[in-house]
Each structure stands twice: as structure tokens, then as C-alpha cells.
């Protein structure tokens, strides 16, 4: 097959990837709202709603893998697959690292970016599994840390948005370290790397590398907050050592993951 041809037909089942992924999402975002109202609402429905979500993008990971369009390499993932509470927390170098992860985990609670809250093939699944918005401020630290004492898995991408191009880490917001000091959890820390580098913040989805890309998902040791803070530490200093630490560990693992050939 020529390089033209081989490029509009990676195009083609990268755009059949997505239409599988908007087209599952806007099923979702129609039946998971009805079943809820006709089952009237019952508690813990949420976390019934996140089941099918997950099955949902271990589905659409499939489909990627299955396509030849990525390979995943996993290292430590049995760190993901014990229940909470704990906060989860990675960097964020593609579109797809929140199908990525959430497939991999028993039960998630994502702390939503409002681009995809409030995207309308999306946001009716996004509020039946009752996650939380990333624009609540000091209202989604307690809802977050409400649902750590509750037993359940915080996953947050603390970047905010995709890594910048050229840059291997971007700023991390500390909602992620708050939440895990007032609730005395862990932070496991899932550093991500794609090579080639692809589905970056402002790239198109059909600029395709001309291979399958490779993401290596490493999940190192979790970070224990009464480890790395002061018993007297006011909670703003806490949850800057906390960060900190955490910023330490995903660069030393992001730069010493090698090069894939």
C-alpha cells in the first residue's frame, strides 16, 4: 500500500474510533438518564452509571487496539485495581487518557473538565454517573473529599488540560493534593507517556503518526500525605509539599521512561 493510501486508511480508522467513542457517549446520554428516572432515582445509581461507563471505554480501548491504531504497555497496574480510597492522579498527554484509565479502574469518581461536562453528545452520561465539575472550586475539594470517606476512587488529571507540546509536565493544580490531605488518602500517581506524540491539545484528531502509537502507563507507589507533611502544617502548606511530592515522582518516572524505538 502506497504512503497515501496507508494514511487515509489510518485517518479512516481513527475517525471510525472516535464516531464509535461520540456515537457510544451519546447512547449513553440518552439511556442512562431514562433508566434512572424510570427506576426513580435510587441511591447509589451513580456508581451503577460509572459500571457502564467503564464498560463503555474498555470497549472503545478495544476497538483502538484492535484497529492497530495504539499499543498500551502497563506497568504496576495491580495498584489500580485495589478499591479506595484513594485519589488517582495523572498527567495528561493525550485525548484519551481518561478512557485510558477510568477502563483500568474497579470504580471511578472523574473530576470532569467543563469542555466535556457540558459537550451535549456527553453530558447527560457525565451527570448520571454524578462526577464532578473541575470549575467548582472550594465545592468540589469537600465533594471530593465526601466521597473518599465514602470508600470510592478519585481519579484527576491535575494539569487541567492536555500537556502542552514540547513540554513533558505541565502545571499541577492543587485540588488534587487538598483533597487528598483533608481526607488523610493516598495518591497513587499513573504517569503517561505517548510516542509518537499524538492527540495533543490543538492537534486535529486526523493528523495520524504514520504507526501505531504506544502509551506506556506506568502507576508508581502511592504518596501518603502524613508522609511528606508536617503534623503542624496549616493546610495550604500541606498541600503544596503534597504536590510537591507528587510533581517529583510523575517527572522522575516520565523522564526516565525510555524512548519508544
Known amino acids: 500500500m502506497s504512503g497515501s493510501l496507508a494514511r487515509a486508511w489510518r485517518v479512516a480508522r481513527t475517525g471510525s474510533a472516535f464516531a464509535f467513542f461520540f456515537g457510544g457517549g451519546a447512547l449513553l446520554a440518552v439511556a442512562l438518564p431514562l433508566a434512572r428516572r424510570l427506576a426513580g432515582d435510587p441511591p447509589g445509581f451513580d456508581l451503577r452509571a460509572q459500571r457502564v461507563i467503564r464498560r463503555g471505554y474498555q470497549l472503545f480501548m478495544g476497538y483502538m487496539k484492535g484497529a492497530g491504531l495504539i499499543r498500551v504497555r502497563l506497568e504496576g497496574a495491580e495498584r489500580l485495581r485495589t478499591p479506595g480510597p484513594r485519589v488517582v492522579v495523572a498527567n495528561h498527554p493525550t485525548l484519551i487518557d481518561t478512557p485510558l484509565l477510568a477502563a483500568l479502574l474497579p470504580q471511578a469518581d472523574c473530576?470532569?473538565?467543563?469542555?466535556?461536562a457540558d459537550a451535549p453528545?456527553?453530558?447527560?452520561?457525565?451527570?448520571?454517573?454524578?462526577?464532578?465539575?473541575?470549575?467548582?472550586?472550594?465545592?468540589?475539594?469537600?465533594?471530593?473529599?465526601?466521597?473518599?470517606?465514602?470508600?470510592?476512587?478519585?481519579?484527576?488529571?491535575?494539569?487541567?488540560?492536555?500537556t502542552p507540546e514540547g513540554e513533558i509536565l505541565g502545571t499541577l493544580q492543587r485540588g488534587a493534593a487538598h483533597i487528598a490531605v483533608r481526607a488523610g488518602a493516598e495518591i497513587v500517581p499513573v504517569a503517561i507517556t505517548c510516542r509518537p506524540r499524538t492527540l495533543m491539545k490543538g492537534q486535529r484528531w486526523h493528523d495520524v503518526?504514520?504507526?501505531?502509537?504506544?502509551?506506556?502507563?506506568?502507576?508508581?507507589?502511592?504518596i501518603a500525605p502524613k508522609d511528606v507533611v508536617p503534623s503542624d502544617a496549616s493546610p495550604s502548606i500541606a498541600a503544596r509539599r503534597v504536590n510537591d511530592a507528587l510533581r517529583e515522582r510523575l517527572l522522575g518516572a516520565l523522564r526516565a521512561t525510555p524512548a519508544a524505538p
Open 111 to 116: 473530576i470532569a473538565n467543563p469542555e466535556w
Open 121 to 162: 453528545l456527553l453530558r447527560g452520561a457525565i451527570r448520571a454517573a454524578n462526577y464532578v465539575r473541575n470549575d467548582a472550586g472550594v465545592a468540589a475539594v469537600e465533594e471530593g473529599v465526601r466521597r473518599l470517606r465514602e470508600g470510592r476512587t478519585i481519579l484527576i488529571f491535575p494539569e487541567g488540560t492536555r
Open 209 to 222: 503518526p504514520d504507526r501505531a502509537f504506544e502509551l506506556t502507563v506506568r502507576v508508581l507507589p502511592p
